[in-house]
């Protein structure tokens, strides 16, 4: 988890004091209605931001019929936009971005996930008069790059001995999800190759490079024995 910034502290006073801490109160309210996430969403775009007021849900998907005060709820939406604006200002510049503050009460934990949105153009070139067609454009696909430690010491095995490969310590592959395999000989999957594969699936990409040198993926599981030396 980033750095937490309170807005009444003063943006510029960087602290990672728990929500518990900071909002006693209101993680109380929640505990005594039985809430179990709490979400606020954004989205902005060409300078046109629309910042939601937090929903509350007893489970992932599960919304609650239960919710805190109004000034409870402008509380909590103030801070996230303070931490919004601390660590993605602009963010509704251009192109903008869109993303989800998720507060989980059974650990105490705020995730961030920040989308930043890209608009892509595919370009063809005919020369001529003629009524030719324009040849295809090249394709271009997107690539997660992730931490080697999300793979078993078997699944590196695996990978290596179907030459999935790629230079020293690291590995590609096709991006799959939770119903397909991206190496048909798995057996199973580890929780790390499951949820950086289910991520890679969400997020459009269509390969995964797993290397040592980057970072692991956020609440992805990890296998320190996979680590290649």
């Known amino acids: 988890m980033t ?4 807005p009444q502290q003063g943006l510029d006073e960087q602290t990672s004091p728990p929500m ?5 109160g209101i993680a109380k309210a929640l505990k005594e209605s039985r809430i179990a996430w709490v979400i606020c969403q954004y989205d902005g775009q060409r300078n046109f931001q629309q910042i ?3 929903a509350f849900y007893t489970g992932r998907y599960r919304a609650s019929r239960r919710k805190l005060t109004d000034d409870q ?7 996230f936009v303070g931490l ?25 934990e705020l995730i961030h996930q920040h989308d930043v949105r890209v608009v892509s153009f595919t370009t063809t070139q005919t020369a001529g008069t003629g009524p030719d067609k324009a040849k295809p454009p090249v394709q271009v696909e997107r690539m997660l790059v992730v931490a080697a430690s999300h793979l078993s010491s078997e699944e590196v095995s695996t990978l290596t001995a179907y030459d999935y490969q790629h230079g020293e310590g ?10 397909e ?12 190759l499951s949820q950086v594969l289910d991520f890679a699936y969400k997020h459009q990409c269509a ?7 980057a970072d692991p993926l956020m609440n992805a599981a990890t296998n320190e024995d996979a680590e290649p030396k």
């Open 20 to 24: 518990t801490t900071l909002f006693p």
């Open 181 to 192: 395999f991206a190496v048909p000989t798995f057996e199973s999957k580890s929780p790390g």
């Open 73 to 79: 709820c402008q509380e909590l939406r103030a801070y």
């Open 84 to 108: 919004l604006q601390q660590r993605c200002p602009g963010w509704e510049e251009g192109e903008g971005s869109r993303g989800e503050f998720v507060w989980r009460m059974d650990n105490d």
């Open 170 to 179: 690291a590995w590609l592959m096709v991006a799959g999800n939770s119903a």
């Open 52 to 54: 939601y007021d937090p």
């Open 3 to 6: 750095t937490t910034l309170h």
């Open 207 to 213: 390969y995964v490079l797993f290397d040592r040198d």
